[in-house]
Structure formats: structure tokens, C-alpha cells
Nanobody
Framework: QVELVESGGGLVQAGGSLRLSCAAS????????MGWFRQAPGKERLFLAT????????YYDDSVKGRFTISRDNAKNTVYLQMNSLKPEDTAVYYC?????????????????WGQGTQVTVSS
């Protein structure tokens, strides 16, 4: 079983930055790709970024490309999401997830473990 715990969310002004962390339990972290998603109130959960098991490949949704950076530290069983130039429309609950394989995954169905989420609020 895998447990994912996100942290680092909070309230930030537009233009500011936050770094989210996701700590994973279990022995499979370094064997699986990871991803970040977000869900705004009343909306579906959307893909943001993914990183392969080795960390050599990443992929971003256009909405965050150039502003967000995903990274991972397999020695610490942790994946990160550095968020810069934040906008009010980035306000949402942010989730990390573990993919079913070691390859990057762009769709929700490619993930089988999810964290509980961390709230990010960007004020204008």
C-alpha cells in the first residue's frame, strides 16, 4: 500500500511562489512515475505535471508550462511542485498521485494512488 501526503499549500498573493511537497510511503516510489493535479470548487480534477520514475522525463499541461516545475528526490521518497508567477485562477486543491508505471502519464486513469490534497489560494 502507498500513502501520499501533500504539504506546502497556503495563501499567497498573485505573482508569488509556493513549493508543494508530496511524501510517499512504501517501497515503490522510485519505480513509478508521479504526477500533480488540481481541482477547483465545482470543477473536475485536472492534470498539471508528471515526472518519470527516474526523473529524466517531464511533461506539463499548457496552463502551467513555464511557471510550474515538477521534480523528485527518490532518496527522500518525495516529489515537488515549484509554482511561480501564481495567478488567482491557480486557486484549487492540489493533489499528488503515483502512476501505474514508470513512464510519464497525462491522464487521471494512469494513476492508482492519490494524496488527500493541499489547498492553494492565490489572492488578487
Amino acid at each position: 500500500q502507498v500513502e501520499l501526503v501533500e504539504s506546502g499549500g497556503g495563501l499567497v498573493q498573485a505573482g508569488g511562489s509556493l513549493r508543494l511537497s508530496c511524501a510517499a510511503s512504501g517501497r515503490t516510489f522510485s519505480s513509478n512515475a508521479m504526477g500533480w493535479f488540481r481541482q477547483a470548487p465545482g470543477k473536475e480534477r485536472l492534470f498539471l505535471a508528471t515526472i518519470s520514475a527516474s526523473g529524466s522525463s517531464t511533461y506539463y499541461d499548457d496552463s502551467v508550462k513555464g511557471r510550474f516545475t515538477i521534480s523528485r528526490d527518490n532518496a527522500k521518497n518525495t516529489v515537488y511542485l515549484q509554482m511561480n508567477s501564481l495567478k488567482p485562477e491557480d486557486t484549487a486543491v492540489y493533489y499528488c498521485a503515483q502512476a501505474r508505471t514508470r513512464l510519464i502519464a497525462r491522464e487521471n486513469r494512469g494513476y492508482n494512488y492519490w494524496g488527500q490534497g493541499t489547498q492553494v489560494t492565490v489572492s488578487s
